[in-house]
């Protein structure tokens, strides 16, 4: 791992080149490029990974007293479709500057019309229905099968659903995301038959980024914002790109307020099995 720049705040003027990386950031947050401005007084590191670099410039700042580091999923300008989008090169860029809790705030459609645009959920069940996605950092040097019936962390979840009740955000409390490739959204028989195995929500980004930051031992929690019902929930035009982005784009700053009150109540030691994932497996590689 190397940071081969690190830019400040105020400007864009390089900073100094760094071989090796220190502890910058203790929870990690991936989502939109609306995220950005929590982050009030930042730096942002260029960094590099064994797996290419992360999807844009890693900004670093405080929240709270809490370290907390930012990876644009997208890029900046958006620039990454879901499927193009550099999943082990963001999971790995932050772990190796400290991260061990990740909140991934992300917008996903409904499966069900009980939950209307606008919805809050915190799923806790994730179904893979993406191809030829790379899925694990172990490809080569022996199996590392790491376990992964619980996807997300259930302290993660507990206090983000916390959090969002007290600030008045009814949540979700459960359910199960489904993940397409995309970029297209679903045809109508599809999103039929997705609703028909009991999924209640459906995205585009949620895997493989769980299963490797649970390969990286992560703490991962996924605060889904529902912007849309899919195209087989109820008759219509479907789903539009506008749409989603609109509606997205008016939650964007509740989104953040709540993102930043879960990050204020994480707790400094992990008191959850995420640490454990790996604990008897036989890793055919170093980890940051």
């Known amino acids: 791992m190397r940071v081969t720049r690190c830019i400040s705040s105020a400007g864009t003027r390089p900073g100094r080149y760094i071989d090796r990386v220190s502890d910058l950031a203790d ?17 942002e590191f ?31 300008d958006h620039r990454f479709p879901p499927h193009k989008i550099p999943y082990r ?7 190796s500057i400290g991260v061990r809790q990740v909140l991934a705030p992300n917008a996903v459609g409904s499966l069900t019309p009980s939950y209307g645009p606008g919805t809050l959920a915190v799923p806790d069940q994730l179904v893979n229905r993406t191809t030829g996605r790379t899925q694990t950092f172990y490809e080569a040097g022996g199996a590392v099968h790491v376990q992964f019936a619980d996807p ?9 659903i916390r959090a969002a009740q007290a600030t008045g955000w009814e949540p979700v409390t459960s359910g199960t995301l489904v993940v397409i490739d995309g970029p297209r959204f679903s045809t109508r028989a599809e999103s ?64 953040r307020e709540l993102v930043i009150r879960v990050i204020e109540e994480l707790p400094p030691e992990r008191d959850c099995p995420c640490p454990h994932a790996l604990d008897g497996l036989k890793l055919p590689l170093a980890l940051p």
């Open 46 to 76: 260029e960094l590099e990974t064994p797996y290419g670099r992360p999807s844009d410039l890693v900004a670093v700042g405080k929240i709270g007293g809490k370290r907390v580091a930012f990876v644009p999923r997208h890029g900046r």
């Open 192 to 255: 039929r038959w997705y609703a028909a195995q009991g999924w209640t929500l459906i995205g585009m980004t949620g895997h493989p980024e769980a299963v490797l930051a649970r390969e990286l031992a992560l703490c991962y929690t996924s605060i889904a914002l529902v912007t849309d019902t899919d195209a087989g929930v109820e008759e219509g035009d479907g789903v539009t790109q506008d749409e989603v982005f609109r509606v997205f784009a008016a939650n964007t700053a509740r989104l």
């Open 152 to 160: 997300y962390c259930p302290v993660g979840r507990a206090r983000a």
């Open 27 to 43: 929870i990690g947050v991936i989502g939109g490029s609306g995220f950005y401005e929590f982050l009030e007084s930042r730096d």
């Open 89 to 95: 090169a963001n999971l790995w860029a932050l772990r």
